[in-house]
């Protein structure tokens, strides 16, 4: 990467991990879920609705992909559309961001052949100890608090599922713009009606209170993907990849700005831990 670059690539990687976590929080801020997410995804499919009709349809072979990945990130959605429901923003969001990468680096060894080095190795342990410490940083786990840790965890799992899918996927298409694009279009949909399914007429009157910061949040979370991929395409891809868990941190200080949650230093700690393990795995 051109020494000119690294400012703008760092700075489009910290922007995208500011607004990963902000989106998240909007999310988790409107208290009914499943309205913030229906409202979130009718946002990605307006834009990606838009962004089609600018970029190549993609070819053929990226479309196992695409279908495959736009599953996948339905999925997520409803298990972290279910976390929120349950538990702390603090918790949760750290829980379901750092198992992600630490299974993708799990997988590339024990499935796909791959091997760590000892820094990458002292990695694993970092983000498995951190994560470790998150679950527990109410105190001992009780019956109660397993649902919410479940679906953080299940959000990892599935997060991890579709990065690996979409490092495939994105190199059989031709345009990563418009990979992008036909991917959150095939996923937009699906929330939405969810919703409509679920509530019928009431929906559209509990849509109207949180209009615009479901909209927002959708418009915000486009953009934070946008940077990341921009940020591969101009630098170092593993470098990215790190750098943008810097989120875990982020919305660690809004869990307690606007949330109130409790700091707490086990669980500083505990994020700082995990965004450290995740920079020596990659």
């Known amino acids: 990467m051109p020494a000119s670059a690294f400012p703008a690539v760092t700075v489009?990687?910290?922007?995208?991990?500011?607004l990963h976590a902000v989106w998240n929080a909007m999310a988790h801020?409107?208290?009914?879920?499943?309205?913030?997410?229906?409202?979130i995804?009718?946002?990605?499919?307006?834009?990606?609705?838009?962004?089609?009709?600018l970029t190549p349809f993609p070819p053929a072979e990226a479309w196992p992909f695409l279908v495959a990945s736009a599953v996948l990130e339905v999925a997520s959605q409803l298990f972290l559309l279910?976390?929120?429901?349950l538990g702390d923003f603090g918790q949760m969001y750290p829980l379901a961001r750092g198992v992600a990468p630490l299974l993708v680096a799990v997988v590339s060894v024990t499935v796909l052949g791959g091997a760590l080095t000892p820094v990458q190795g002292a990695g694993v342990l970092l983000v498995s100890g951190g994560l470790a410490a998150l679950a527990l940083a109410n105190g001992r786990l009780g019956r109660a608090q397993l649902p919410a840790l479940a679906a953080a965890i299940g959000t990892g799992m599935i997060i991890a599922a579709y990065t690996l899918v979409d490092s495939t996927g994105v190199r059989q298409a031709d345009d990563i713009l418009s990979y992008i694009a036909w991917l959150f279009l095939c996923q937009g949909p699906v929330l939405p009606l969810i919703?409509?399914?679920?509530?019928?007429?009431?929906?559209?009157?509990?849509?109207?209170?949180?209009?615009?910061?479901?909209?927002?949040?959708?418009?915000?979370?486009m953009a934070a993907y946008g940077l990341v991929i921009w940020a591969q395409a101009h630098g170092?891809?593993?470098?990215?990849?790190?750098?943008?868990?810097?989120?875990?941190?982020?919305?660690?200080?809004?869990?307690?700005?606007f949330?109130?949650?409790?700091?707490?230093?086990?669980?500083?700690?505990?994020?700082?831990?995990?965004?450290?393990?995740?920079?020596?795995?990659?």
Request: aromatic fraction near 6%; charged fraction near 15%; hydrophobic fraction near 60%.
């Open 12 to 18: 489009a990687v910290l922007a995208a991990a500011v």
């Open 29 to 39: 801020r409107i208290p009914d879920k499943l309205v913030g997410f229906a409202l």
């Open 41 to 53: 995804n009718c946002a990605y499919t307006a834009c990606a609705g838009l962004l089609v009709c």
């Open 82 to 85: 279910r976390a929120y429901q």
């Open 195 to 221: 919703a409509l399914a679920r509530r019928r007429r009431a929906l559209f009157a509990q849509l109207r209170p949180v209009l615009g910061t479901g909209l927002l949040g959708g418009v915000l979370s």
């Open 236 to 257: 170092d891809v593993t470098a990215v990849a790190a750098l943008r868990e810097t989120g875990i941190l982020v919305a660690a200080v809004i869990a307690t700005l």
């Open 259 to 282: 949330f109130r949650e409790p700091f707490g230093r086990l669980r500083l700690v505990a994020g700082a831990v995990v965004l450290a393990g995740i920079g020596l795995m990659h």
